[in-house]
C-alpha cells in the first residue's frame, strides 16, 4: 500500500511538474510576444516622427518641425557648436525654410536606420543611420549624411531630444524608400 501510495504521489508530482514547465514556457513566449508587440508599436510611432520630419521639410514648415522637438533638445552638425534649446535652433530652420519658400525650391530627405535600441524603461530610443537630402528647383543639392537621433517619451509622446548630424559618403546609403531598417 505504501509502495502505491509513493507511486501516485510520484505521478501526480510529475503531472504538476509537466503542468509547471508548460506554464512556465507559455508565459515566456507570452511575456517575449507582448514585448515585440510593444517594441514594434514603439518603432511605428518613431518612424512616424521621421515621417513627420520630411513632411515639414518638404512643404518647408517650421511651425511642424518645432513640434517635433523637445524643448530643452540639442542640436548638432558638422561644424557648428551645439545649439541648446528648441528655440535657439528653431530661428535657423525658420530664416531656411522662408528662403525656400522665395525661390520655390523643393526638399525631400530619406532616411536609413542602422541601429535602434532602448533603454530599459522603454522612455528612450537611439538611432543611428544615414539620410539622404535632395534639394529641387533654383539650387540642385544632393548630399548623404550620417546621423544619431535620441528620442525621449514624455507623457506617452515622443520627441526629439538629442538630434546630430554630419556629412557621410553616398555610396553608405542603400535606402529604397522614406525609412528603411538595416537591424
Request: hydrophobic share 40%; proline share 2%; aromatic share 14%.
Amino acid at each position: 500500500l505504501q509502495i502505491v501510495f509513493q507511486i501516485i504521489v510520484f505521478n501526480l508530482k510529475l503531472k504538476m511538474m509537466t503542468h509547471l514547465t508548460t506554464v512556465a514556457i507559455t508565459a515566456v513566449f507570452l511575456s517575449v510576444s507582448l514585448f515585440s508587440f510593444a517594441q514594434s508599436n514603439e518603432d511605428k510611432k518613431i518612424d512616424a516622427l521621421y515621417e513627420q520630419f520630411r513632411m515639414s521639410y518638404k512643404q518647408a514648415d517650421s511651425a511642424a518641425l518645432d513640434k517635433l522637438y523637445w524643448p530643452d533638445a540639442l542640436y548638432m552638425s558638422s561644424n557648428t557648436a551645439i545649439e541648446n534649446g528648441r528655440s535657439a535652433f528653431m530661428k535657423k530652420f525658420v530664416s531656411y525654410f522662408n528662403k525656400l519658400k522665395e525661390v520655390k525650391d523643393s526638399i525631400d530627405i530619406v532616411f536609413q536606420i542602422e541601429k535602434r535600441d532602448y533603454s530599459p524603461d522603454g522612455n528612450m530610443c537611439a538611432d543611428a543611420g544615414y539620410f539622404v537630402f535632395t534639394r529641387k528647383g533654383s539650387k540642385e543639392q544632393y548630399a548623404t549624411g550620417k546621423m544619431v537621433n535620441i528620442f525621449t517619451k514624455r507623457n506617452g509622446e515622443w520627441r526629439f531630444l538629442i538630434d546630430m548630424s554630419g556629412e557621410a559618403p553616398k555610396e553608405v546609403f542603400k535606402g529604397s524608400g522614406t525609412i528603411t531598417h538595416h537591424y
